[in-house]
Every structure is written in C-alpha cells, then in structure tokens.
C-alpha cells in the first residue's frame, strides 16, 4: 500500500513539473491608465509618453515588444533572454545595452544607456520586470531607473486585447 502510494505521489509531482508551461507574454496589451503609477502618482496625472499599447511576440529565445506612444511613436525593441549582455542598436548615438533572462515567471530586463540626452550626457540604469497574472489577461510592468537626479519607479498595468 506504501509502495502504491509512494508511485502515485511521484507520477503526480514529476508529471505537473512536466506539463507546467512557461508563461507566454505573446499578444496585444492595451495600457489601463487608471491603474498604473509613474512618479507616485498615477498614469492618468501624467503625460501622453506612456505606451498607449504593446504587441508583444513571445518565443522561448527572445521577446519583441512593440510599442506606441503619442509623444514617441512607434518603438520596437528585441531582446534575446539568455541573460547575456548584448547591444541595443539606436539611431540617437547613444550606447544601449542589456541583458535578458526569465526568472521563474517573470523576465527580468536590465538595461543601461550612456550618452547624451535633453540635459547633458547622462548614464541611466533600468530594471524591467515583465508578469502575467494567474488568467494570463493582465500584464504588469514594473520598472525602475536610477540616473544622476535620482531613482523613478513606474508600473504599468495593461490587459490583453482579443
């Protein structure tokens, strides 16, 4: 009877590992103001540079996230998740780097840009830490840089378009 049990209780540990999925981030995002916050205080305070929107395409190698902003246009931007440190190519002059990996469930971004920006040659420091929420219909945002005037947070909050 212990045998029995003891070969049930593996077969049902070893076989959800098995069919435990990797989350999948792939799929539209709409940005929902109301319930995201930059700066202490929330989205619908600030100004229209937030992305509007994402179309993320999510494979086991790499995440491409393209995005829309009033004030910036249409971004994409590739990572590959092997946590690595690569390049960003840009047009701006600026030296862009990262690295990417999955974490668990969350795939975290760190990225660092040096260069020159509206206020002078700055070196900036983000962290991006992508999650989906149980359903798979809400993905949270959460970043966090720290540049020569200080350290800004900001979560976004965007739900899936179908």
């Not at 995201?36 to 994402?54: L, V």
């Not at 920006?117 to 798979?136: C, M």
Request: glycine residues 10%; hydrophobic residues 40%; contains cysteine.
């Amino acid at each position: 009877m212990k045998s029995s049990f003891y070969v049930l209780l593996t077969l049902l540990v070893f076989g959800s590992v098995a069919f435990a999925a990797d989350p999948d981030f792939s799929g539209g995002w709409a940005l929902e103001k109301e319930n995201g916050f930059a700066y202490g205080k929330p989205f619908m305070n600030q100004s229209p540079e937030a992305d509007d929107g994402i179309l993320i395409t999510h494979t086991q190698d790499s995440l491409l996230m393209e995005s829309d902003c009033v004030a910036c246009g249409t971004q994409a931007k590739e990572y590959i998740l092997d946590g690595r440190a690569r390049n960003l190519p840009n047009d701006k002059g600026a030296l862009i780097s990262y690295s990417a990996k999955m974490d668990g469930e969350l795939i975290v971004i760190d990225q660092g840009f040096g260069g020159p920006t509206p206020f002078g040659s700055a070196v900036v420091v983000t962290r991006i830490s992508l999650s989906l929420s149980h359903d798979n219909e809400v993905l949270t945002i959460y970043s966090s840089s720290k540049d020569p005037r200080g350290e800004v947070t900001a979560t976004k909050i965007f739900k899936r378009i179908h």
